[in-house]
């Protein structure tokens, strides 16, 4: 596997996600933009967070597959989230773990940014994926 995830000794713990990854592929594949749509462009989990977390990343698997690639070679995640409050870490979370079995995702998520925004591009969309993995 071209990815190793870890934390090193002496970073904050615990946390859902690693801090770090090395990577030693040669091939970079960056998946963006993905949501709660169906590829209809049909909206999913209106109003839920949760829900809408776990679609966009069921969206973000099927573009890595794409690409040849799964979360085992995800090297980074970016997470944009409208209006971001920490209440929301749980029914963000609960979103993550709706999909972490059926993805691949594991106990933790590879090193991971949560990014608070005003709005995202259309008024229904609350959270929007970014990935990049890094294959032989």
């Known amino acids: 596997m071209p990815v190793h995830l870890f934390t090193p000794a ?3 713990q615990p946390t859902p996600y690693h801090h770090v990854a090395v990577a030693t ?4 594949v960056y998946v963006s933009g993905q949501i709660a749509r169906t590829p209809d462009g049909d909206r999913v989990a209106p109003g839920d967070l949760a829900g809408q977390v776990a679609h966009a990343l069921r969206n973000t ?3 890595l597959a794409g690409a040849g690639a799964t979360f085992d070679d995800v090297v980074r995640l970016t997470f944009y989230v409208v209006r971001w409050t920490p209440e929301k870490i749980d029914a963000f979370m609960a979103g993550v773990g709706e999909v972490a079995g059926e993805l691949g995702l594991g106990d933790r998520l590879p090193p991971a940014s ?10 229904d969309v609350l959270v929007e994926v970014e990935a990049t993995a890094v294959l032989d």
């Open 10 to 12: 002496g970073m904050l």
């Open 25 to 28: 592929g040669t091939r970079h």
């Open 61 to 63: 698997a099927t573009g």
């Open 114 to 123: 949560l990014i608070g925004v005003d709005c995202l591009f259309e008024p």
